[in-house]
C-alpha cells in the first residue's frame, strides 16, 4: 500500500512494503528521487536492516550460531504496518516474527517515521529490543537521487560537498572476494570538502567512508546550487554508488552504521565494526534528513 503525505512545499509517497520512500516531489512537481527504473536499479530508498552489504557466504553467527543473512537484510523485504499518521507525517512499523527469526534470533521492533519540513523530509529510525538479552544490529539509509536533476546536464556536472574539509581514504570493495578490502587504499580526500563526480569513482562499487568529521553532505550543482543534502547525525559512515556500468541518473547517499563484511573481520555478528547494541528493553533512535537546495 502506497501511503502519500504533502505540505505547502512539498509531497512524499512512502510504499509499506520496506516503508520505502518512493518520491520527493517540491510544490512545483518536480522529483528528486530516483525512479527505480529496472534497467539500472529497481528500488527507491530502501531501509538496511539488520545488517547491511553481504556477509561473508551469505551467513552470519549470533553467538557462535549460524544463520542466512540475505544482502543487506530483510528488513527491505518486509511488510510494514501504519502505526500512526497525520496530514504531513507517517510512522510505519515492522516487528519480529518466526520468520525473521530464522535469519535473525531477536525479538525487535524497527519503525520508520517521516514527516515533511519546511526545507524537505526529516525521517526517524526507532529500534527497539523486545527481549531481556543484548542486541546487536546495523542500520542504514540507501536513498537514490536523481542526479542530474535536469536531462540535459551531465552526471559530471555535480559534485558533492562534504560540511566539513576532510582527510581521509575510503575502504574498496573488492568484487572477488565480496568484501570490504582493508589491506589497500582507495579513494582519498586530502583536506576537501568537495569530490567531483564521475562514473569512473564506482568502478569498484560503492564508495565507503568510516567516521567522516562531517555530518552533512549535499549533492548540488555548483552552478545552479540545485540539489539535496542530507544531514545524518546519528550515523558513523556514509557511502555513494550508482551502477559501475553508468550510464543511470542516479546517486545513492548512504548513511550507514556497520557495513559490508571486512577482510579484517571473521563471521560473528557481535565482531563488526560499528554496530549498535541495545541492551534488554531499550531503543534508539537514528534521524536522518533530507533539505532541498
Given at each position: 500500500m502506497v501511503?502519500?503525505?504533502?505540505?505547502?512545499?512539498?509531497?512524499?509517497s512512502v510504499d509499506t512494503l520496506g516503508a520505502q520512500l518512493l518520491s520527493l516531489k517540491d510544490k512545483t512537481g518536480r522529483e528528486y528521487l530516483w525512479q527505480r527504473n529496472p534497467?539500472?536499479?529497481?528500488?527507491?530508498?530502501?531501509?538496511?536492516?539488520?545488517?547491511?552489504?553481504?556477509?561473508?557466504?551469505?551467513r552470519t553467527a549470533f553467538e557462535?550460531?549460524?544463520?542466512?543473512?540475505?544482502?543487506?537484510?530483510?528488513?527491505?523485504?518486509?511488510?510494514?504496518?501504519?502505526?500512526?499518521?497525520?496530514?504531513e507525517s507517517v510512522t510505519m512499523e515492522l516487528s519480529w516474527s518466526q520468520r525473521t527469526k530464522?535469519?535473525?534470533?531477536?525479538?525487535?521492533?524497527?519503525?520508520?517515521?517521516y514527516k515533511l519540513t519546511e526545507r524537505g523530509l526529516s525521517v526517524d529510525y526507532r529500534v527497539q529490543n523486545l527481549q531481556d538479552k543484548d542486541m546487536p544490529y546495523c542500520l542504514g539509509a540507501h536513498p537514490g537521487f536523481l542526479c542530474p536533476l535536469n536531462p540535459e546536464e551531465r552526471f559530471e556536472?555535480?559534485?558533492?560537498?562534504?560540511?566539513?574539509?576532510?582527510?581521509?581514504?575510503?575502504?574498496?570493495?573488492?568484487l572477488e572476494t565480496l568484501e570490504l578490502d582493508v589491506t589497500?587504499?582507495?579513494l582519498f580526500l586530502n583536506h576537501s570538502r568537495v569530490l567531483p563526480l564521475s562514473y569512473d569513482l564506482f568502478r569498484e562499487d560503492a564508495v565507503?567512508?568510516?567516521?567522516?568529521?562531517?555530518?552533512?553532505?549535499?549533492?548540488?550543482?555548483?552552478?545552479?546550487?540545485?540539489?539535496?543534502?542530507?544531514?545524518?547525525?546519528?550515523?558513523?559512515?556514509?557511502?555513494?554508488?550508482?551502477?559501475?556500468?553508468?550510464?543511470?541518473?542516479?546517486?545513492c547517499i548512504e548513511?550507514?552504521?556497520?557495513?559490508?563484511i571486512r577482510s579484517d573481520e571473521d563471521d560473528e555478528f557481535f565482531h563488526k565494526h560499528h554496530i549498535r547494541l541495545l541492551s534488554g528493553f531499550q531503543s534508539r533512535t537514528h534521524h536522518l534528513e533530507i533539505n532541498i537546495l
Open positions: 501511503i502519500y503525505k504533502q505540505n505547502s512545499d512539498f509531497s512524499i534497467a539500472f536499479w529497481p528500488r527507491s530508498s530502501p531501509i538496511l536492516f539488520p545488517s547491511i552489504g553481504v556477509c561473508r557466504n551469505n557462535g550460531i549460524w544463520y542466512p543473512m540475505p544482502k543487506h537484510g530483510f528488513g527491505r523485504d518486509e511488510e510494514f504496518f501504519v502505526s500512526s499518521q497525520t496530514d530464522t535469519m535473525y534470533p531477536y525479538e525487535f521492533s524497527l519503525s520508520l517515521s556536472d555535480y559534485r558533492l560537498e562534504f560540511e566539513y574539509e576532510e582527510t581521509m581514504a575510503s575502504i574498496p570493495y573488492n589497500r587504499p582507495g565507503y567512508f568510516e567516521n567522516p568529521r562531517s555530518r552533512k553532505v549535499a549533492l548540488v550543482h555548483p552552478q545552479t546550487r540545485k540539489g539535496v543534502e542530507v544531514r545524518f547525525p546519528d550515523f558513523d559512515g556514509i557511502a555513494f554508488w550508482t551502477p559501475m556500468e553508468g550510464g543511470a541518473r542516479l546517486l548513511p550507514w552504521n556497520g557495513a559490508d
